[in-house]
């Protein structure tokens, strides 16, 4: 596996941001001074980093993506084509509310799907899965599925990326891993 960073010759990157080995920067993308971006990152056409963002290492980032100050995106996370991260909770063109930005975190393994919008100032836990289209509005707990408008949990996904189906008991098995998950309370753990 190569550890060259490659930066495609369209894309502008500021002289304070800080790129891991191996990351990939493709056509038209600005990456902001004072944001710091992994190892072994791709990020697709027309995404834009701002400063103080941080991106952690193997972290998939589709087409049309914006990272804006405040967005903390943890490794291994997969960022479906033209989601979209806020910062402000009521942004107005009059108004300066820099001073205002809410933090929104993206934990280890998890998925936002394409179109899907995270409302500003939400933890998205480990490993969970936000569909497409989804609007997420509150934080979203370890392993849990989000769907809808606003986004609902209505189930659970293993870290491979499969459903899991619960028995009476509150375990399941990935059927993809065998790793086994155990539900205690409304918390998923992994065993």
Request: contains cysteine.
């Amino acid at each position: 596996m190569t550890t060259e960073t490659k930066i495609h010759p369209t894309a502008v990157v500021d002289s304070g941001a800080r790129i891991g080995e191996g990351t990939r920067i493709w056509h038209f993308c600005h990456v902001s001074d004072d944001s710091v971006i992994g190892e072994r990152c791709s990020f697709g056409q027309n995404c834009f980093v701002a400063p103080g963002v941080t991106v952690g290492d193997n972290v998939k980032v589709q087409n049309n993506v914006s990272l804006y100050t405040g967005v903390v995106v943890e490794d291994d996370v997969f960022l479906g084509p033209s989601c979209v991260l806020t910062n402000v909770i009521n942004p107005r063109s009059e108004v300066n509310r820099k001073d205002e930005y809410r933090k929104t975190v993206i934990r280890k393994g998890a998925t936002i799907g394409a179109n899907a919008t995270i409302v500003c100032g939400t933890t998205i836990g480990r490993y969970a899965f936000v569909g497409a289209g989804a609007v997420v509005t509150k934080d979203v707990p370890d392993f849990a599925l989000m769907v809808g408008v606003p986004a609902k949990q209505t189930g659970w996904m293993s870290r491979e990326g499969r459903r899991l189906e619960l028995d009476a008991n509150g375990t399941a098995t990935c059927p993809a891993s065998n790793a086994r998950y155990r539900l205690e309370g409304d918390i998923l753990i992994a065993e």
